[in-house]
């Protein structure tokens, strides 16, 4: 079997002792709905990344999740660049819960918070996905004795809690995750917020029972925001984000 990329032809054989094992994108590339993604999504996505001065061999990705405006963003650098640009855009197609983070199992709510992509799933139910590592250490710190997890950016437009993109949109931002691994990168963090974490937004809610939250939410917010970096975040004994 042979799969076209970058203009170099893939070869996958089957064989009782293979030469040697295969790299993590190789790996992916054996999975069918893997391969269509690259098919369909990666001439385009080779162009828009070039059009942006960025090398695939070099490529990073930081994923930024907004619950107002229903959208997640990709920004992508390369390895030796000091600042990220925003690459592409992509509507939530489905939501659950209200603003506010995940508490416990079977709460509806989509988290939220700084989180990390620790799985590939080639074979979802939801076309394709990328679990997050949720609960992280906060939530735990925060959360009920049974916080959920099974956390995902997935395909499709239904949800309970995880965050679907359509199968088109998953097919692009799942390639463009798996091009950054292969290049090197091993720590793809994922923030989620319920809003711009503006001093006017925190203002306008400043009644609700989350507003503290949201506050230590604020600094990782702000750092990126004005500086396309990404911020150092710790989360203290008592469960609040600071970034160090």
Request: glycine fraction near 8%; charge should be positive; aromatic fraction near 12%.
């Amino acid at each position: 079997m042979r799969f076209w990329l970058a203009g170099v032809v893939l070869f996958t054989t089957i064989a009782a002792r293979p030469v040697a094992a295969p790299g993590f994108r190789d790996e992916q590339l054996l999975h069918p709905r893997v391969q269509a993604a690259y098919h369909d999504a990666w001439p385009a996505l080779r162009s828009l990344l070039r059009a942006h001065a960025i090398e695939p061999s070099q490529l990073e990705v930081f994923f930024r999740v907004f619950k107002v405006g229903t959208r997640l963003e990709v920004w992508a650098r390369n390895r030796t660049d000091a600042s990220f640009q925003l690459l592409k855009t992509y509507p939530l197609a489905g939501t659950s819960g209200t603003l506010g983070p995940k508490r416990r199992e079977g709460d509806g709510q989509v988290p939220e918070g700084f989180y990390r992509i620790d799985r590939f799933n080639p074979e979802s139910l939801y076309h394709l996905s990328l679990g997050l590592d949720y609960p992280n250490a906060a939530d735990r710190l925060l959360g009920s004795a049974k916080p959920g997890g099974d956390i995902f950016i997935h395909g499709s437009n239904v949800t309970i809690g995880c965050l679907p993109i359509t199968d088109a949109g998953i097919r692009e931002v799942y390639v463009l995750a798996t091009e950054a691994r292969h290049a090197g990168q091993t720590d793809l963090q994922v923030h989620i917020f319920p809003f711009e974490l503006t001093d006017e937004q925190l203002q306008r809610r400043r009644g609700s029972v989350h507003y503290a939250f949201w506050q230590s939410l604020a600094a990782g917010y702000r750092q990126f925001a004005k500086h396309h970096t990404l911020p150092t975040v710790q989360v203290e004994p008592g469960g609040a984000y600071v970034v160090r």
